[in-house]
């Protein structure tokens, strides 16, 4: 099976023909994809300017397509990288227990859902690497209230998600699944409520 990378060449091999590139970076996506295989599939077709369906996208723009996700998994390989090595240290020091962002992490491994969008067609509309550095910023920082990649404040709990965890805190503006760790114990139980009266009165 071939790696992100040797896919990624593929993808700028002009060369190759064109539904293999194209066919190549949807592959990408089965290595590295932020928001989920489709919604990032359909995030990075927006950003680059071709329809989703199209067979056959200009290379100049699959390519772009391909950079802006490249760049997301630098990002996202830099925080594993630092991840690793803090809990490295943390075990060498005897903090065997993982934390909640450690258990979050545990579901996210290579980057793939690390900002689920389980509607494919709502998602943040900023390049990948810079939702990706909010998302780090909020993880490595106290809780909050809001969403840390827009900064929404509508967070719905939604249930039978596309993913693990399967229930969870989901941004109305930008679409993403909001980590539990990054939110405070008072904002989870609001979200929950706010989900369960929604419930009642439908």
Request: net charge positive; hydrophobic share 40%; aromatic share 8%.
């Amino acid at each position: 099976m071939a790696g992100f990378r040797s896919l990624a060449r593929q993808v700028r091999d002009p060369r190759s023909d064109l539904a293999l590139r194209r066919y190549s970076l949807r592959k990408c996506l089965e290595r590295f994809a932020p928001y989920g295989h489709r919604a990032t599939w359909d995030h990075l077709c927006s950003r680059a300017g071709f329809d989703p369906e199209d067979r056959s996208p200009d290379p100049v723009r699959l390519v772009a397509a391909l950079d802006e996700l490249e760049a997301a998994r630098s990002v996202w390989l830099t925080y594993e990288a630092g991840f690793a090595q803090r809990r490295k240290k943390e075990k060498h020091d005897g903090l065997r227990s993982p934390g909640s962002v450690d258990d979050w992490h545990r579901l996210t491994w290579g980057g793939f859902g690390v900002a689920w969008c389980d509607d494919p067609t709502v998602h943040p509309h900023e390049p990948l690497a810079e939702v990706l550095r909010r998302l780090i910023a909020a993880l490595e920082r106290e809780p909050g209230a809001v969403c840390p990649v827009c900064s929404g404040e509508r967070l719905v709990w939604k249930y039978d998600l596309a993913h693990e965890p399967s229930s969870g805190p989901v941004c109305t503006a930008c679409g993403i699944v909001v980590p539990r760790p990054v939110l405070t114990a008072e904002a989870l139980a609001e979200c929950r409520r706010g989900r369960l009266l929604m419930a009642v009165a439908g």
